[in-house]
Structures are given as C-alpha cells and as structure tokens.
T-cell receptor
Framework: GQQVMQIPQYQHVQEGEDFTTYCNSSTTLSNIQWYKQRPGGHPVFLIQLVKSGEVKKQKRLTFQFGEAKKNSSLHITATQTTDVGTYFCAGDFGNEKLTFGTGTRLTIIP | DGGITQSPKYLFRKEGQNVTLSCEQNLNHDAMYWYRQDPGQGLRLIYYSQIVNDFQKGDIAEGYSVSREKKESFPLTVTSAQKNPTAFYLC????????????FGAGTRLSVL
C-alpha cells in the first residue's frame, strides 16, 4: 500500500542543537506537506513542497523535497523550547486523501 | 472568525453507548476528514467526505459511522461496536480534497467510563 515512513520516532536534543526528521515513500509523490502538533494541541500546517528538489525556508526551518519526489526532510537550526512538538509529513499520492507519516516527537532539554 | 469547531472538548462514554462527536466548519470547504490519534501515535484516517451526501471509509472505519447532510457539518458517531474508543479525535477540512492542505479542529478527547 501507499505509505510514508518517517524517522526518527523520537528525538531529544539540547536547546541550541539542530534537529532533522526524514520522510520516505516507495512511490513518487505529487506533493508533500509538513505539519506541527504542539503537546495537547492539533496539527497545524507548516509548508507544502511540490517541485522536484525544492527547498523552502521559514526562519530556522528548512524543508527539502528530493529529486525523485520520494523523500523529504525538515531541518531545524538551533532549536528553541518553542520547537517542542510532533512533526508530521503528509504525502499526496494523487488519490483522494493525504497519507500522514507516523510523526517525530521532538523534546528539548533546556 | 473562520475555522473548524469540534465539540465537546472532552467526552465520556459508558459501555454499550453510542456517542456523537460534532465537527463544523465555516471555511466553505468541500472535503472533511476524521482522524483518530492514540497517545504518542500518528494520525489514522477513519472516514472522509469530498462532497455532501457522500463519504468513504478510511483505514480504521470499523465501529464508527458518519453523515454529511450539510457542507458545513461532518459528525462522527462512535458506536458500541468500537471496543477501544479511548483516543483523541481530530476533524479536518480542505478546499476540495486530494492533496489539498488540511485545517484541523482542536479535537475531542474521548474516554470510556
């Protein structure tokens, strides 16, 4: 079936360190989206990547879409306590719905 | 103030009882979705609807039912057939479905008494 694998499942970092989460699909995606869910909250849309090799930045966050449109990454530079939460990727396989990854839970050690 | 409203925020179900979770949106979106999230887990799709009076099963539809009589509303009923209903339920909507960006409500936490 169409699945999006996301790693790692958990990541604990010292405040100020960098963080990266990865998503991989076995088949080509039409687009990939990233969402953030704060503890106790609901997922909030961050960004959408559509083009092969696309790179987008939002302040300390850098999002990449692979050349083959099968993988993506989210990199946070110099993490802050406000970055705590679970980051989900969601792939569009060209059918009626998004397929969400399992998420990476980021905790920050002050 | 546009958005997606889920109610109630917390809900308790007794054994053998059906309960209905409300989801209303005023974004004029065609597509709506229901997800279940267990502690520390990802999002699992229960049902989705791309148009009024039509809906499809997601990955874990057993024990749940939905209706889509109005564009703005997509209520989810957790039936007594769902033996492990304790979870966080999230409703979402998008402009027209498919790979569109999804906007989520604040969720309903359901527990079994």
């Amino acid at each position: 079936g169409q699945q999006v694998m996301q790693i790692p499942q958990y990541q604990h970092v010292q405040e100020g360190e960098d963080f990266t989460t990865y998503c991989n699909s076995s088949t080509t995606l039409s687009n990939i989206q990233w969402y953030k869910q704060r503890p106790g909250g609901h997922p909030v849309f961050l960004i959408q990547l559509v083009k092969s090799g696309e790179v987008k930045k939002q302040k300390r966050l850098t999002f990449q879409f692979g050349e083959a449109k099968k993988n993506s990454s989210l990199h946070i530079t110099a993490t802050q306590t406000t970055d705590v939460g679970t980051y989900f990727c969601a792939g569009d396989f060209g059918n009626e719905k998004l397929t969400f990854g399992t998420g990476t839970r980021l905790t920050i050690i002050p | 103030d546009g958005g997606i409203t889920q109610s109630p925020k917390y809900l308790f179900r007794k054994e053998g009882q059906n309960v209905t979770l409300s989801c209303e949106q005023n974004l004029n979106h065609d597509a709506m979705y229901w997800y279940r999230q267990d502690p520390g887990q990802g999002l699992r799709l229960i049902y989705y609807s791309q148009i009024v009076n039509d809906f499809q099963k997601g990955d874990i539809a057993e024990g749940y039912s939905v209706s889509r009589e109005k564009k703005e509303s997509f209520p989810l009923t957790v039936t007594s057939a769902q033996k492990n209903p304790t979870a966080f339920y999230l409703c979402a909507s998008s402009i027209s479905g498919g790979g569109d960006i999804q906007y989520f409500g604040a969720g309903t936490r359901l527990s079994v008494l």
